[in-house]
């Protein structure tokens, strides 16, 4: 399963906010922004994980850390459709998310 997909599957388990980006014609545009964090948080997560646990699988470290990256992106959206009126995400709101986000490299 590849990056938007996963994050595609996450917004639509919020009806409201999936419609609304739909509607706007956002949605492709939300989907590609967090689909690059979901990737860069995989990515850092990985590292971490190798780092902590050389011994382990790679294959079992980055199923893993997919995971870690998955939960952390989850929790934001949960959190943030819930603040939002309408459980409508902004795409200046999903930009200033990736940019707070993004590993420092």
Not at 23 to 37: G, H, M, N
Not at 54 to 67: D, N, R, T, W, Y
Not at 92 to 97: I, L, P, T, V
Request: charged share 20%; with cysteine.
């Amino acid at each position: 399963m590849n990056y938007r997909t996963i994050v595609l599957r996450l917004i639509q388990r919020h009806q409201l906010t999936y419609q609304h980006l739909c509607s706007s014609q956002r949605l492709i545009p939300t989907v590609d922004l967090y689909a690059d964090q979901l990737k860069a948080n995989h990515h850092s997560w990985n590292d971490r994980l190798v780092k902590a646990n050389p011994g382990c699988s790679p294959v079992q470290l980055l199923s893993e850390s997919l995971e870690l990256a998955i939960r952390d992106l989850e929790n934001y959206l949960v959190a943030h459709f819930q603040a939002n009126d309408n459980n409508r995400i902004s795409l200046d709101s999903a930009m200033a998310y990736i940019r707070a986000r993004t590993p420092f490299m």
